[in-house]
């Protein structure tokens, strides 16, 4: 089975990761459940938490890895056709965990491939297992994902992991979902068109007033790689930032996550709060990647 959308997971499916991820986590000793597998690693964009941890995840799972990290590494240089790229990683792989910059590069993938394709990103479309792991830390903290109240705030028309996490809440009963935006980098129409729950747009200051009852606030960064126009670019920089107000304006319970890189929109000095969840929102990548590519060979529909 591939995995390209966060649509395409079912709670099923969620609830059969999570229970997993959550045994890997206690493991001390790995078992090692992929000893006859290859993860073919085809990451055409930059990556720090998603290629480590995927690569952390099949080698603890007894896989090998190969592939590359970064197009100029790859033989496209020299005029190789994406297409033929990926068949390529058919020789010597059992799955393709895939990133690229273009917006449906991992459905297209997944249509000529003859192994299982993984979206790790694909451009601002989607990155659904960072989906996974946002769910996975919320029902860690609070025991579980229905009846919470969650808040997007950031660059929310070219960022995938907001995409995908909002997706992935179509199979659960948030209280409330807010989303909160710069002018002009809200959701867009194609994402909010497919949620089964309503959205609410927050003002400024709706924002200041809604804090309190807001459970899970998920922050991304300005994505700059996506902007066509730096100008516009500089015209949001610092538009935003979660800094000690924000923080004791939530509530008591409520936790702070953020998929990474941050630039300067979480303040740096409230890391130390109990709030702040990012860290280990990081460290839940490999524990559910494992149990991801578990339910991939095993092909679990």
């Keep these: 089975m591939d995995l390209i959308s966060s649509l395409g997971i079912s709670k099923d499916q969620f609830n059969w990761i999570f229970d997993l991820a959550k045994e890997k986590k206690e493991e001390k000793v790995h078992h090692k459940p992929l000893l006859d597998k290859t993860v073919g690693m085809a990451f055409f964009e930059p990556s720090t938490r998603t290629y480590t941890s ?10 090998s890895v190969v592939g590359f990290k970064g197009a100029d590494m790859t033989s496209t240089v ?6 033929d790229t990926i068949r390529m990683l058919n020789c010597y792989s059992d799955c393709i965990v895939l990133r690229h910059k273009y917006d449906g590069s991992a459905k297209f993938a997944s249509e000529i491939s003859e192994v299982p394709v993984i979206n790790a990103g694909d451009g601002k479309n ?3 297992t960072q989906s996974l792991i ?3 830390t919320i029902k860690e903290r609070f025991g579980g994902i229905d009846g919470l109240s969650y808040c997007m705030m950031g660059d929310l028309k070219y960022s995938r992991t907001t995409n995908s996490l909002l997706y992935l809440l179509n199979r659960f009963n948030p209280s409330d979902v807010y989303v909160y935006s710069p002018e002009s980098l809200g959701v867009r129409n194609e994402v909010l068109s497919k949620l089964n729950y309503k959205c609410t747009v927050l003002s400024d200051e709706d924002f200041n007033s809604t804090l309190e009852s807001v459970d899970v606030l998920y922050v991304t960064r300005l994505q700059k790689e996506r902007f066509t126009d730096e100008n516009e670019y500089h015209k949001f920089k610092g538009s935003y930032r979660v800094d000690d107000e924000t923080i004791t304006s939530l509530g008591k319970d409520s936790i702070v996550l953020h998929a990474l890189p941050r630039v300067d929109e979480i303040n740096r000095k409230i890391d130390s709060s109990d709030k702040s969840m990012y860290f280990q ?3 839940n990548g490999v524990p559910v990647r494992m149990a991801l590519l578990e339910m991939i060979f095993d092909g679990k529909q």
């Design 54 to 63: 995927f690569d952390a995840a099949a080698k603890k799972s007894g896989a």
């Design 126 to 128: 989607e990155h659904p």
């Design 281 to 283: 929102q990081a460290r």
């Design 78 to 83: 020299k005029g190789e056709s994406f297409s």
């Design 134 to 136: 946002d769910l996975f």
